[in-house]
């Protein structure tokens, strides 16, 4: 059987990537269009037990599954994923990562085959409920993506590609510069400006999508897989400009390489077959003391 998260990511990413890559900005008027018809409560700042000092719950899922046509990718997923850290999914192939990943922004509105039940929530609200507009929804929720994909312009007018869109008014100047600076990129960039972004090696090439998904102030940044086509030295400066982004940002981060995750990562969600979300805890202790047998055994290299 084709495995039914590997089956559908070029499907996605194929016909998405471009207006995922600028958080689709196309279609609304982002001065007046808010998330969803009314605001979005967001709670209070404690976190899921209520206790004082915890991070508050971003992004969360009730009883998720997500079916491509009769093939059923994730199975009854629930997840509270914490403010301003990095979560880290593993698993191995076809586990349903990437699909999890792909519903936080509504990506797979875009794969005709695939159908969403159960929550997926922002902030508290089901992202899925018929008054949440998806453009303004990517607005907030970044996306980069496995391969690095700058548009055909210059450096700059790729940075300031969402901001044009959306028709944000403001000193541009002021808010590349503070991208490129926040993607660990200004210093290698700022007399090359009109350079074209396709000149850039291709760790600076992430590197600038990073800071073009990140020029519109989300509050949530995906990352699939956004160092697995780059070299070691490419690799580590994407590794400490997560760790970095998290100071800002809730960054939530697909990787099929445990040690990275084990880098990088506070909290780490592990998938196994059949899409089924087995443990999600602690980075250190899913590393060192897991709840679960089949998690120790897929940490230990005995399958995946």
């Not at 076809?94 to 159960?118: E, H, P, Q, W, Y």
């Not at 160092?227 to 697909?254: N, Q, R, W």
């Not at 089924?276 to 250190?284: A, N, P, Y």
């Amino acid at each position: 059987m084709t495995d039914p998260d590997s089956r559908t990511d070029n499907q996605a990413t194929d016909g998405g990537q471009e207006s995922l890559a600028s958080n689709d900005l196309e279609g609304s008027d982002p001065t007046t269009e808010p998330l969803v018809d009314s605001s979005i409560d967001v709670g209070d700042s404690t976190g899921p037990s209520g206790d004082e000092g915890e991070s508050r719950t971003v992004i969360g899922s009730r009883d998720l599954d997500v079916f491509y046509d009769d093939v059923q990718a994730l199975q009854s997923v629930d997840i509270e994923i914490p403010a301003e850290q990095v979560t880290a999914i593993i698993g191995p192939s076809g586990c349903g990562k990437s699909t999890f990943l792909r519903c936080i922004n509504r990506m797979n509105d875009l794969v005709d085959a695939a159908r969403v039940d159960g929550e997926l929530l922002f902030e508290g609200k089901n992202v899925y409920d018929d008054d949440v507009d998806p453009v303004v929804l990517r607005r907030k929720i970044g996306m980069v993506f496995q391969t690095p994909n700058p548009f055909p312009k210059s450096i700059y007018d790729n940075v300031t590609y969402g901001l044009d869109v959306q028709g944000v008014d403001g000193d541009y100047d002021e808010i590349v510069e503070n991208a490129l600076r926040r993607a660990a990129l200004w210093d290698e960039v700022k007399d090359q400006l009109d350079s074209s972004g396709l000149d850039l090696s291709g760790g600076q090439q992430q590197r600038l999508c990073i800071a073009r998904a990140i020029a519109p102030d989300p509050d949530v940044i995906l990352m699939d897989e956004p160092a697995s086509a780059l070299d070691p030295v490419a690799t580590s400066k994407i590794e400490d400009l997560i760790e970095d982004l998290a100071e800002e940002y809730t960054v939530i981060i697909v990787t099929h390489n445990m040690q990275q995750a084990a880098r990088i990562s506070d909290k780490t969600a592990v998938f196994l077959t059949g899409g089924e979300l087995v443990e999600f805890d602690d980075t250190e202790k899913i590393f060192e003391n897991p709840e679960h047998d089949r998690v120790e055994d897929y940490i230990t290299g005995k399958f995946g």
